[in-house]
Structure formats: C-alpha cells, structure tokens
Nanobody, 121 residues
C-alpha cells in the first residue's frame, strides 16, 4: 500500500520561508523519482522540483532560485525548502513518486499525496 504524507504547509508572509516534508511508504523499488508539484488556483498543475535516487535534481524556472528539493533515501522522505516566498506561490503542494525509472514527464508520476496548503500573503 503506497502512501505519501505531506506536512509543513501553512500561512506565511511574503519573503518568508516554509519547509515541506513528505514521508513515503510502500513505494516500489522500481520508483526512481520523487517530486513536488503544486496546483495554483486558475493554473495548470506544475512540477516544482523533482529528484532521482542518484540525487539528480530538477527545479522549475519559476522557483529554482528560491526552492530546493532534497531527499533522504534512508528515511524515505523528500523535502522542499521554500525561501523568499511570494503571494503567487500560494496553492496546494503535492508530493509524488514515479511509477518506474522514468520521470521526464509528469505522467510518469503515479503515486500522489493528499496535498498541503501553502498561503503567502
């Protein structure tokens, strides 16, 4: 039974920081990547960042100077450090894991958490 549980969301003033955490369980060994996505009202879901088992990361252009993804494979956790937050970062943030080795496409991610709300004012 795959489970991804996010935590760390909340409300913060512009310029502040939040650290999101995701604890994964039951993820098959074939899953190579974990990622953070976000759903901002009125916009399409966006991959914010992803990280492979070998540590290779991807960060979206919109956040790469402010957000940083990290992974602790021993603890099966993936974190997203978010600094210099802006009101436009407000949305629901989701942790996801790839089904297999591929993680180039968003559709490669088949396991999802319930999401955590981030509000920046």
């Amino acid at each position: 039974h795959v489970q991804l549980v996010e935590s760390g969301g909340g409300s913060v003033q512009a310029g502040g920081s939040l650290r999101l955490s995701c604890v994964a369980s039951g993820i098959p060994d074939s899953s190579n990547c974990m990622a953070w996505f976000r759903q901002i009202p009125g916009k399409e879901r966006e991959r914010v960042a992803s990280i492979r088992k070998n540590g290779l990361t991807y960060h979206a252009d919109s956040t790469k100077d402010r957000f940083r993804i990290s992974r602790d494979s021993a603890k099966n956790t993936v974190d997203l450090q978010m600094d210099s937050l802006k009101p436009e970062d407000t949305g629901t943030y989701y942790c996801a894991a790839s089904v297999g080795r591929q993680c180039r496409e968003d559709t490669d991610f088949g396991y999802w958490g319930q999401g955590t709300q981030v509000t920046v004012s």
